[in-house]
């Protein structure tokens, strides 16, 4: 069964450090997620991406989110300068088309900030 | 703006005996209901949904979902628990308006069966 993954499992940072935490979508998906979970609560969305470009972001996603899809297969999640409060797990997700598909999530990205 | 509520933070239940794990929604449109499990230290794997048509919906490992459109509730259940559903249930909604295809999540159940 095809499957969304990511790398690395566990990332830990140190404070204000640049991170990016990498995804394979499934191949023939055509929205792509990232969403987290801050350890307890719930799973909260960060941006949708599709076409090449973001369709939408919550206001967790600020300017020192930024997400790319460089080479047509790996779809990224760059942390500018991370802070405590960014530690989280980050999970990953695709789509195949429109509202009604359900997404796909990846086994997540454990980061930590230190 | 979408919204999820699970009001139960823990359901116990026998192994043998039926479950059922709460859930209503808020949209401004109509809804696209969707459930999830998560396993310790896994992502989230996809039960089940509910586009349209039958109020009932069946899923994995023998989870079926009931929608109610005037109470809006989309509860899961199971008719025997088994001691290897213990997990945490994420119960989300899209809108159907919503261009962006964002899923909003409620605050998850944990599900214990006890043998």
């Known amino acids: 069964e095809p499957e969304v993954t990511q790398t690395p499992s566990h990332q830990v940072t140190q404070m204000g450090q640049e991170v990016i935490l990498r995804c394979v979508p499934i191949s023939n998906h055509l929205y792509f997620y990232w969403y987290r979970q801050i350890l307890g609560q719930k799973v909260e969305f960060l941006v949708s991406?599709?076409?090449?470009?973001?369709?939408?972001k919550s206001e967790i996603f600020d300017d020192q989110f930024s997400v790319e899809r460089p080479d047509g297969s790996n779809f990224t999640l760059k942390i500018r300068s991370t802070k405590l409060e960014d530690s989280a797990m980050y999970f990953c997700?695709?789509?195949?088309?429109?509202?009604?598909?359900?997404?796909?999530f990846g086994q997540g990205t454990r980061l930590t900030v230190v | 703006a979408q919204s999820v509520a699970q009001p139960e933070d823990q359901v116990n239940v026998a192994e043998g005996n039926p479950l059922t794990v709460k859930c209503t929604y808020s949209?401004?449109?109509?809804?696209?209901l969707f459930w999830y499990v998560q396993y310790p230290n896994r992502g989230l794997q996809f039960l089940l949904k509910y586009i349209t048509g039958d109020n009932l919906v069946k899923g994995s490992y023998g989870f079926e979902a009931e929608f109610n459109k005037s109470q809006t509730s989309f509860h899961l259940k199971k008719p025997s628990a088994l001691v290897s559903d213990s997990a945490l249930y994420f119960c989300a909604v899209r809108d159907m308006g919503n261009a962006g295809n964002m899923l909003t999540f409620g605050g998850g159940t944990r599900l214990m069966v006890k043998p």
């Open positions: 949209v401004s449109g109509n809804p696209y």
């Open positions: 991406f599709y076409n090449n470009e973001i369709s939408e």
């Open positions: 997700a695709s789509t195949l088309g429109g509202p009604n598909t359900e997404a796909f």
